[in-house]
T-cell receptor, first 109, second 116 residues
Framework: QKEVEQNSGPLSVPEGAIASLNCTYS??????FFWYRQYSGKSPELIMS??SNGDKEDGRFTAQLNKASQYVSLLIRDSQPSDSATYLC?????????WGAGTKLIIKP | SAVISQKPSRDICQRGTSLTIQCQVD?????MFWYRQQPGQSLTLIAT?????????ESGFVIDKFPISRPNLTFSTLTVSNMSPEDSSIYLC?????????????FGSGTRLTVV
């Protein structure tokens, strides 16, 4: 069964520090990976997508993909209280999206 | 990037009744996806809706319970039929988008359904 696994948290990080969120996936044929942020009571918002091994940076966010280890991560630099949310990881294999359960991130002022 | 208007945003329904949720996209899209999200849980795909063909349902979801219409490339509806309290959930529609040169998926604002 295809799965995406995330630590449910909560992950507590001091304001200004780096938050590191991790995700592993089971389907080796997955080609695309996504990180979403979901505030309580809101729908998920796309933060980043990544397709190739290595790092991809967008502002304070860096996504990292290691296909050999089937591992995806998201780093948030200079964490802000507004980053407090649940972060969902998803893998996409031929339009079949597999979602992780999400990691709750809390940024402490 | 596509914008989805989803309605209703919330509803409280009696068991045994049906509710139809609508999603309108501001651009033409090939596939629309319908999800369910239980409180504190991740997303579960109900079905994929393509214009001009029958929706494709995921394991555990059937057309009689969740009929879907897709009359054109910008609109879809999901009906939750013969509701029971177990159907209480957030229902979301989603489409593929191109964002910052990369593709991803965007969501409607969700429909919070409570069945009493």
């Amino acid at each position: 069964q295809k799965e995406v696994e995330q630590n449910s948290g909560p992950l507590s990080v001091p304001e200004g520090a780096i938050a590191s969120l991790n995700c592993t996936y089971s389907d080796r044929v997955s080609q695309s990976f996504f990180w979403y942020r979901q505030y309580s009571g809101k729908s998920p918002e796309l933060i980043m997508s990544i397709y190739s091994n290595g790092d991809k940076e967008d502002g304070r966010f860096t996504a990292q993909l290691n296909k050999a280890s089937q591992y995806v991560s998201l780093l948030i630099r200079d964490s802000q209280p507004s980053d407090s949310a649940t972060y969902l990881c998803a893998s996409d294999s031929n339009y079949q999206l597999i979602w992780g359960a999400g990691t709750k991130l809390i940024i402490k002022p | 990037s596509a914008v989805i208007s989803q309605k209703p945003s919330r509803d409280i329904c009696q068991r045994g009744t049906s509710l139809t949720i609508q999603c309108q996209v501001d651009s033409q899209v090939t596939m629309m996806f319908w999800y369910r999200q239980q409180p504190g849980q991740s997303l579960t795909l109900i079905a994929t809706a393509n214009q001009g063909s029958e929706a494709t349902y995921e394991s555990g979801f059937v057309i009689d319970k969740f009929p879907i219409s897709r009359p054109n490339l910008t609109f879809s509806t999901l009906t939750v039929s013969n509701m029971s309290p177990e159907d209480s959930s957030i229902y979301l529609c989603s489409v593929e988008v191109l964002q910052g040169g990369n593709y991803g998926y965007t969501f409607g604002s969700g429909t919070r359904l409570t069945v009493v």
